[in-house]
């Protein structure tokens, strides 16, 4: 069999911020709503699976069907505030979309489901339409049976069992009134039995557990409590003498009449349970097991608060009392951003990636070599920058430092602190003596922690963490710096990826500088491959706002403003060799800077950068605004794609020695076909490994998210698109499920992580060096990272 052209080695996502978006299978998988899509996770591998895209609004809840042999889990239930619900169903070993529950006229907030006979599947499903919805699922189609409407109330949760003894459904739904309704099915149609008081706030989760014979009902609430309900058949309530001597709570008694045989059922209070200090959003029991043939359920539950809590619950022996139960820790998972992933960048090493999104933060993420698995998997091991705007761009100056723009009119640098090099050796497997070397160690600091009300990253060094003695304190507080302390920072040594309160609060690294220049909010940064020079952008109306500024990285001073365009300068990118700089417009042209001769300019000057040509609106070839751009690796060929849908590859560059003047500058024309790639073309990028046959290697991002790759090759005469070559394009599992926003190329060939640490870390195997590898940021919060087989056309 072919070796794959496309293999997805990453996906970086991190679940919906909804009470019901994640739920853990018997088979071992993990579902989860991120953004419009259900990711599948598996906790051994610490991998994310599989992607399943179908929903065009956010994913609010997730339910896997729980088989009653609690054995693997054939199918899946997810609802969204495209107002939909969906069925998913495994077939060969992978889950695909297999039918859409429409009739919800809001988004769909809770969804349970159980199996009937004859592999049918009965589906309740609550949405802020004020109804809740009962769904037949027969494997081709999905029928709605019966709508319960709640007239201006909201349910917020729902949850279906077997009653007692028989195979009657019961679905319990809790909401705004503070109520747990209970509705049974009776003679094929679902009637209300009872309605259970207590709770004094919104109910904001429910869900059965059959223990005994009985079912138990665990709800939460926004009163901060949990409350446990048990209902019986009415014919086992009394068990024997003992229990009639005890004192019993007030039962709540429905009957159900079916084919003239009636049997009734009694519902009690079981247990109050008090010890979360907030809104309790999630309650959950211990899944049950089956031993000796028979399903058996321990008495467990978890909880989860506002409070920044969760509650293991368990009841004592003897005494029967719910208490909460041991210290847990966490494990090792993947993260990712809640918002938009706006940029992304790889460590001139291709070691690293860099990412900032509009969720305020930049995240790092890296391969964890572990000594038991053969195959590295990436994790978020630094969170650099914790914002108070959202993030919008960045550019790596050198390995461990990178320039950050975000919706204000400043530019921030940051430099890694040494706890965090030392880290990154202990977990990416690099000799630390070699990153030492590559970095500043000179007053290198050794963290970094955020100001009380601040956005700026404050420089923790080795003083700054030894304690101070009573003498050196004093009595008394010298000044309002001393009384409120802004070192939060404590050094970390990590074997493994950190959990996430020590990315939040040991992980930051150093704000080295501010850059001051440019009126309105930051879009678009680009470095040059010598670490001299840093161009930025920001949003522009008008032409005196669109200049690109040229920074110093060595003494960080503005050298050049570069007036141009006269709308917002939307991507830049230097040519390998930086001789040149590029940059596209929404005013759909383009501009070429080049950067003069040193050798025509005096000694010691900074680097100084000429227009050398562009194009205006009566020469441009795109007709609408030019999203991204890309140099080739060998510096002769640029490439520009559109809203227009269009992908344009422009040059030779390196050919043209005319000299530029005022009145004719030289005129670089397309040389390539113009090619329609059928969707707006959000973002592209060369390939820096040059393809066999004088061939170049092309990433296109759309606006629907997926990304094809492209064989571009230089043609005497390039009519009808002869000079491109479809190599390959994302399936819709491998898509992002809405805009493309950056597109990065590992700059070596291998696969990150693949060497091996005795070899050095740029080393890689004859067999590894076929593969490239891609990183794409999306709009649907997550990062890709995609394995791309140069040999397998």
Request: hydrophobic share 35%; charged share 20%.
């Amino acid at each position: 069999m072919a070796a794959p052209i496309i293999e997805t080695c990453h996906v970086a996502c991190c679940a919906n911020r909804t009470p019901n978006v994640l739920s853990w299978g018997r088979g071992g998988l993990i579902a989860y709503g991120t953004c419009n899509s259900v990711a599948l996770y598996d906790p051994q591998e610490k991998c994310v699976v599989a992607v399943l895209n179908g929903h065009t609004g956010r994913v609010n809840t997730v339910q896997w069907v729980h088989r009653e042999d609690c054995g693997r889990e054939t199918h899946l239930v997810s609802g969204g505030s495209d107002s939909l619900l969906i069925v998913w169903e495994a077939q060969d070993g992978k889950f695909k979309q297999y039918v859409e529950c429409v009739g919800h006229t809001g988004p769909v907030c809770a969804v349970d489901a159980i199996h009937l006979d004859n592999n049918k599947l009965l589906i309740a499903s609550t949405a802020s339409d004020s109804t809740v919805k009962l769904w037949l699922y027969t494997g081709s189609k999905a029928e709605c049976t019966h709508t319960i409407s709640f007239g201006s109330g909201f349910m917020m949760d729902v949850s279906l069992a077997w009653l007692p003894g028989s195979r009657v459904p019961i679905l319990a739904c809790g909401g705004d009134d503070c109520r747990i309704h209970l509705y049974a099915q009776c003679n094929g149609q679902f009637r209300k039995v009872l309605s259970l008081q207590g709770h004094e706030d919104w109910i904001r989760g429910v869900e059965w557990a059959c223990v005994d014979g009985d079912l138990l009902l665990a709800s939460c609430a926004q009163d901060c409590l949990i409350r446990v309900w048990r209902l019986v058949a009415k014919s086992r309530t009394k068990r024997n003498a003992q229990e009639e001597r005890t004192i019993r709570m007030s039962e709540d008694v429905f009957t159900l009449t079916q084919n003239d045989a009636s049997s009734a059922f009694a519902v009690t209070l079981e247990s109050v349970l008090a010890g979360h200090e907030n809104k309790v959003y999630g309650v959950h029991w211990q899944p049950p097991v089956i031993k000796g043939g028979d399903q058996h359920q321990s008495l467990s539950l978890l909880s989860a608060s506002m409070d920044k809590t969760m509650i293991l619950w368990a009841q004592e022996e003897g005494s029967g009392v719910w208490v909460e139960q041991g210290e847990w820790s966490p494990g090792v998972v993947i993260s990712g951003h809640f918002n938009a992933v706006q940029d992304l960048s790889w460590d001139p090493e291709g070691e690293f990636i860099l990412s900032v999104g509009s969720d305020q933060t930049t995240r790092l993420l890296t391969p964890w070599k572990r000594m038991d698995q053969t195959q590295p998997t990436w994790h978020e091991i630094s969170r650099p920058q914790i914002h108070g705007y959202d993030m919008q761009c960045l550019a790596m100056v050198g390995r461990f430092q990178y320039v950050s723009g975000a919706d204000e009119k400043v530019l921030r640098v940051f430099r890694a602190p040494r706890n965090f090099v030392e880290n990154f050796a202990n977990i990416s497997g690099t000799p630390l003596a070699k990153l030492l070397a590559s970095s500043d160690t000179v007053d290198q600091p050794e963290g970094a922690s955020t100001p009380a009300l601040g956005l700026s990253n404050k420089a923790v060094f080795q003083g700054d963490l030894t304690p101070k003695t009573n003498e050196e304190e004093g009595t008394g507080f010298n000044s309002v710096s001393d009384q409120y302390q802004e070192s939060y920072f404590h050094p970390l040594t990590l074997n493994e990826p950190p959990p996430e309160d020590h990315l939040l609060q040991n992980t930051l690294w150093p704000e080295v500088q501010k850059l001051y220049g440019h009126g309105f909010e930051m879009f678009c940064l680009a470095s040059d491959s010598g670490r001299t020079v840093v161009a930025s952008a920001c949003k522009a109306s008008k032409a005196e706002h669109a200049a690109v500024l040229l920074w110093s990285s060595t003494s960080w001073r503005q050298l050049q403003a570069l007036p141009c365009h006269s709308l917002t300068v939307t991507q830049m990118a230097f040519s390998p060799n930086g001789l040149f700089l590029l940059a596209v417009s929404r005013d759909r042209t383009w501009s070429l800077w080049k950067r003069d001769d040193p050798a025509t300019t005096p000694t010691n000057t900074e680097p100084h950068f000429s227009l050398y040509t562009s194009t205006r609106k009566d020469t441009a070839v795109h007709t609408r605004i030019i999203w991204s751009c890309d140099w080739s690796a060998d510096n002769k060929y640029f490439v520009t794609s559109s809203r227009d849908k269009k992908v344009i590859v422009w040059g030779d560059c390196s050919s043209s020695e005319a000299i530029v003047t005022p009145d004719e500058p030289p005129v670089i024309r397309p040389c390539s076909s113009i090619i329609d790639v059928g969707d707006s073309a959000t973002a592209v990028s060369f390939c820096p490994i040059l393809c066999p046959g004088n061939s170049y290697l092309l990433a296109v991002g759309l606006e629907s998210g997926q990304v094809l790759l492209y064989k571009w090759e230089l043609s005497e005469e390039p009519a009808g698109a002869s000079d491109w070559t479809r190599y390959g394009e994302t399936d819709s599992s491998q898509s992002h499920s809405l805009t493309v926003k950056r597109l990065r190329w590992r700059p070596r060939a291998g696969r990150a992580g693949q060497g091996g640490e005795e070899e050095g870390e740029g080393s890689i195997t004859a067999a590894d060096s076929s593969w490239v590898q891609l990183a794409s940021a999306g709009a649907d919060h997550s990062v890709k990272i995609f394995n791309i087989n140069r040999l397998a056309v």
